[in-house]
Structure formats: C-alpha cells, structure tokens
C-alpha cells in the first residue's frame, strides 16, 4: 500500500525504527556512465594506442570511481541501512503523471518546431504546458501570455537580433509584410 | 612594453570619450549574456559587420564593453533561476540560487554586481600594471601541465560543488568521457558518436548547458508553486531600494575577499583555454577552504556568491593578455577580436605595444570604463530583475524550456541540438534528484576536448611514452597538490569521526 505520496505504508512498529535510505536512483546515472564508457571503448579498439591513452586513462579511473560507490552502497543495503528503490528520484510520485505529460510536450514542441516556426510552436506549448500545470485554470491569462511571449520573442530575437530561429509560416507572412 | 603612467591617464580620458558606443553595448551585454545560447562572442559575429565598418579603436571599445557587460549579465539567470547564462557563470548559482530562494535575490544580484564591477576594475587596472610579468604565465605551461590543470579543475569541482566527493567525482569523470565524443583531432575516427554526423565535431557545449542547467532545472521546480520558499517570498513581499542599498554594503564590506578572488580569475584567465567556469570554481572553492564558516557555502553564503563573481569576471582581462602579447587568443571572444583586430591590419604581438600602445593598452582602458559606468547602470536595476521570482512555476517552467530549447538551435542551427538537450536534461534532472552535481558534469564536457587534445599534444612530444605525464618538475609539483587536495578531506573527515567517536 502507498501513502499519497506514493510512499509504502507502514505500521506503526516499523515507524519506529530509523528510516532506511532508498539508494537505487542513485545508481542509475553510474550506470549509465558505465555503460558509456564501455561503449565507448568498443569504439576506440582499432584506433591507434596513441588516439586511446587519454580516452583510457579518463574511462579506467570513472569505472573504479562507479566500482567504489557500488561497495559503498552494497555495504549499507546488506548492514540494513539502505535499500535499492529509487526514491527521492521519483518523489513526491503524485507529480509524476504531469511531469511525463511536460516531456512528451517538450518532444513535440522540438518535432513540430521545424514545420510551424519558432512563434507558433511556442505560442502553442506555452499554452498547453501551462494549462497542463495549472490543471485547466486561468485560460484567458495563459492564453494572453502565451502570445505576448511568443510575439515578443519574435521581436526581439528574429526582428531585432535577426537569430536565425526556425521559420514557419507565421515568419514567412511577416517577412513578406515588412 | 614599459608602462607611462601619462599614457595611462590620457588612454582612461579619450575612452570616456566613447561613452556612447560602450552604453548600448553595456545593456547589449547584460541581455545576451543573460540568454543561455546567447554569448558574447555570437553577438560579435552577429554583428561583424558593424564591427567591422567601424573605426578599428571604436570597433574594440564595442566588443570589450560588450564581453564584460556580458560576464556579468550571465549571473543574473545564475542568480534567480539557477541558469547560469553561460559555464562561466556555473559556480554562481551554488550560493546565488540558494540566497534566492531565501527571498534574498535582489540583495543577491547587489552582491553580483559590486563584485563583478570591483572584481573586473581591479584586475584591469592591474593587468595594465603588470602586463610583461603576466603574458609569461602561459610560457610555463605546457601540454603535460595543462594536462594536471584540467584535472585539477574537475577534482576541485567535485569536491565543492557537490556534498558528496565521491559522487562529484563520478559526475566529472562522465562529464570528461561526454566531452571525448566526437571525431578524433588526429585520426578522425568517430569515437562515441552513436552514429550521429551532429557529433562528430564533439558535443556542441550550449545544448549541453541549456539541457544540464535549464531544462533539468525546468522539470524540477514543478513540485513547487514558486521557486521561492515560504519565508522566501515573505521576504521577497516586503523588499524594497534598502535590500539593493544593503547588498551593496555587504559587497563592499568584502573587499578583500573580491580583490584576492578576481586575481586567481586574473592568473587564470592568462592561461588559454582555462577559462572562467574554472577560475569561478577555483576561486569558489580557495574561498571556502580559508574561510571561517566553511559549512555555510551552498546554503546562500555571501562569500560563496562574491568569490565567483569577482573570478569570472577577473578572467575578462586575463584572456586578452595572450591575444595581445603573444597573439593568442585567451578564449572564444578573444579569437574573434584578434579577426576583427587583424582584419585592420593590426599585427598582435610585442611590437604593438612599441608602434601603437593606444591600441595595445586601449582594450583594457575600455574594460575599465565600461565597469567603472555599469556601477551606475546595472546596480538600480537589481530591484526590479529579482521580481522574476515571484512568478508562479505553471508559468516559469514552459517558458524557461521553449526559450532556452530554442537557444540550443542557434548556434549550428542543428534541430539535433534541440534534442540532444532535451537528453542533457534528463541526464541533468537525475543528476539533481541523486544528488549528482550538474555543474561537475558541464564542466567535465567543456575540458574533455582540451584534456584530450593536450594528452595527445603530450604524446606526440614523448613518441608515445605514457610516462610523460610525470616528466616536468611544475607537472609533478601539481600532480602532487592535486593528490593533496583530494587526500586532504578525506583525512580531515577521518579524524573528526574519530574524534566523535572517542
């Protein structure tokens, strides 16, 4: 059972012992890095031992480093202290549904980028992102900002600064209007 | 290159003379410096042609103005939304953020500016002094020293920046491989590309800072209303002109402490390459090791916050040493001066301080004025700059992700780049969430390239020998002091857990 933090529910024995500590998100970056490291080792085998030293020198000392902390952290879930879940990394869980739906927003907002331009992508994720977090309250305010930071971006960055954002069919019209 | 000081006076009053081309270029800075994606050296080629039309001296008063105003504008981000605006500004937040959430911002950026302004003023003045003696620092360094220094840099990083060395220490190292993607310099084999062409040139360092700092950032302050703590915005509610007066005062009351830490910026800066996002960690972390209350850095400490204020900004002057006296470029902006510069036909090097000193010692006449007239400027401006944190996170987060996604694209115009952030920003919002210090991860990708390329520079002088790296007297000294400052702490710690127990 879970709290609604999503946090396991405990009886009241257990309560009171000292609270364990979940250490298995933190693993998962030392992971990662290891799994990159050798990777990237498989990518280096043909080259010149001369091209491979430095890339040797800084993968061996990461992999120790990655060896030391897995000890580190074995030791404290055999001693009891610790167990393996991942904690504070998807804490507090109630936020996660939102957190996953501004992801899959944000890889749209780079997908549909390139084809509708810099001020209608942005318009539009601003307004969908912060009626996402604002759970559908103050449309009209978000709507209002939406626009002036996607006109005022236009403005200042593709007008003034002439960046070299992408261009949709908004910056096409205006940059045959001016 | 004998110094007159009736030069010197004559060179500060004919630069007031072009107030009018360092203000714009002053507030010009601020907002590019502030924009991750946006640096001082883009901006300077954005507006090449402008530079380039104009007079060669009004020309450099423009792009000095310019790169310092922009050094300081890249703490206000730091600052207030823990963004730095560039990695120079990477050590500021550890402090900067922390105060603001306190409520503390606009005191925060009163604390930035008087030692950015202070920090940059001083080590101008004093890179005009003593010039001859400072263009020799780079002359010691060669490749296998500059080998220790970059991992100097990143053990130094991760035993400040983050709580746990151990864990820095990973986060650096993974930032050094990240920073090894990408073609070799010799062979050209792609080594860790995943098969992307976009990586073959390396990882593009802006999509690395917007995704470790901004998105990762993005995603995590959604569990809060306001970035502010409860008492914070309490604070924040009631601040008014005295929170800007006071940080001023505390500012100032540090005096020391800013001349001392803009000089490290300043010795640091000489040495191409090196950079501010070191030179704010050394400085950040020497900070700390002499200070009385070492326990208080991270938590919003006001010597945290000027330490790499006033280094990130020393380095300014520092850079332009090389350019000028040896026609290095000391960084990225640097290296656009010297196009512009020799697109005049002016030939850097000894002889221009003999032909043209105006020309020569006119950079940092520049640097000094436009720090000395941004006291005014930017000081009255905290009050209204820290209000950005009252803004509600429904608010802040979406708009914080499209505008910096976008600054990922800007510089090679790659929407790859869009993505490759989004994948630094989980990389980043893991690292905050397990207590992996992002910074130590940016930094580990900003000096791979170098480590790498000195290592192979090294190499190639030894025919190979691996043994080189333990060939020169200053390299061992420093290898020694790295060893030392990773022994240190731990021995430290050992002893007062002994101490406890008994």
């Known amino acids: ?178 | 290159m004998e110094f007159d000081p009736t030069l010197f006076i004559d060179l500060f009053t004919h630069t007031f003379q072009f107030w009018w081309v360092i203000l714009p270029a002053i507030f010009l800075g601020l907002v590019v410096g502030a924009i991750p994606g946006f640096s001082a050296a883009n901006t300077i080629i954005i507006l090449l042609p402008l530079t380039l039309a104009l007079e060669p001296e009004i020309g450099l008063v423009f792009m000095v103005a310019l790169y310092a105003s922009s050094r300081m504008g890249a703490g206000i981000p730091a600052i207030l939304v823990n963004i730095p605006g560039t990695a120079g500004a990477a050590a500021t937040p550890l402090d900067g953020y922390p105060m603001t959430r306190q409520g503390r911002g606009q005191q925060a950026l009163a604390i930035s500016f008087v030692s950015s302004v202070f920090g940059g003023l001083l080590t101008t003045v004093v890179t005009l002094l003593a010039m001859p003696w400072l263009s020799e620092v780079a002359f010691y360094l060669h490749s296998v020293e500059m080998i220790v220094i970059m991992l100097f840099g990143i053990s130094l990083i991760a035993t400040i920046a983050a709580r746990d060395t151990l864990k820095g220490l990973i986060a650096g190292f993974f930032g050094l491989m990240i920073g090894y993607i990408g073609a070799d310099v010799v062979y050209e084999t792609p080594r860790g590309t995943f098969g992307f062409l976009e990586l073959y040139d390396k990882v593009p360092l802006i999509p690395a800072l917007v995704g470790l700092f901004a998105v990762s950032e993005a995603f995590a302050v959604i569990e809060g209303e306001s970035i502010l703590s409860r008492r914070g915005k309490e604070a924040m509610q009631k601040a008014g002109w005295s929170e800007t007066f006071e940080g001023v005062r505390i500012a100032l009351s540090k005096w020391w402490h800013i001349i001392w830490t803009s000089i490290i910026g300043l010795v640091i800066g000489v040495v191409p390459g090196a950079g501010a996002a070191i030179a704010a960690f050394v400085a950040y972390q020497q900070s700390r090791t002499f200070s009385k209350t070492p326990e208080l850095y991270g938590t919003g400490h006001i010597e945290g916050l000027v330490a790499p204020e006033s280094a990130n900004n020393g380095v300014t002057s520092g850079t332009l040493v090389p350019l000028l006296v040896i026609g290095i470029p000391g960084g990225a902006t640097a290296a656009i001066m010297l196009v512009v510069l020799q697109y005049h036909g002016v030939t850097m090097g000894p002889d221009l301080f003999m032909e043209n000193p105006e020309l020569a010692y006119g950079p940092f006449a520049a640097m000094a004025v436009t720090y000395f007239l941004m006291i005014f400027t930017i000081a009255p401006l905290a009050r209204y700059m820290s209000r950005i944190t009252v803004v509600s996170t429904t608010y802040m987060s979406p708009i914080i992700i499209s505008f910096t996604l976008v600054g990922a694209f800007v510089p090679r115009q790659y929407m790859f780049d869009m993505y490759l952030a989004l994948v630094f920003g989980v990389i980043g919002y893991i690292a905050r969430k397990t207590g992996y210090h992002t910074a130590a991860i940016l930094i580990g990708v900003i000096l791979g390239p170098l480590l790498e390329t000195y290592f192979l520079r090294a190499l190639k002088m030894s025919e190979g020998d691996v043994m080189v790296i333990f060939s020169s007297n200053l390299g061992n000294i420093l290898w020694v002091a790295l060893a030392l400052s990773l022994a240190i702490p731990y021995l430290l710690q050992l002893r007062q857990r002994k101490r406890a127990a008994a």
């Open chain 1, 1 to 178: 059972m879970t709290d609604d933090n999503g946090s396991p529910m405990t009886d009241d024995n257990e309560s009171e012992q000292p609270e364990r500590k979940s250490l298995g998100g933190e693993l998962i970056l030392p992971i990662g890095a290891f799994l990159f490291t050798l990777y990237y080792f498989y990518t280096i085998w043909e080259v010149p031992r001369i091209a491979q030293v430095s890339a040797f020198f800084v993968g061996t000392i990461l992999i120790v480093l990655i060896i030391l902390l897995g000890i580190r952290i074995g030791k404290e879930v055999k001693a009891g202290t610790a167990d393996l879940r991942l904690g504070r990394l998807i804490e507090p869980t109630n936020y996660i549904p939102k957190r996953l739906a501004l992801f899959g927003l944000t890889l749209g907002f780079i997908f549909f980028v390139d084809w509708l331009g810099f001020t209608l992508t942005v318009f539009v994720f601003l307004s969908l992102a912060m009626m996402l977090l604002s759970e559908g309250k103050r449309k009209g305010l978000i709507l209002s900002l939406a626009g002036i930071m996607s006109i005022g971006g236009y403005l200042l960055f593709i007008v003034a600064f002439k960046t070299r954002f992408p261009a949709g069919p908004f910056e096409k019209l205006m940059a045959g209007l001016l």
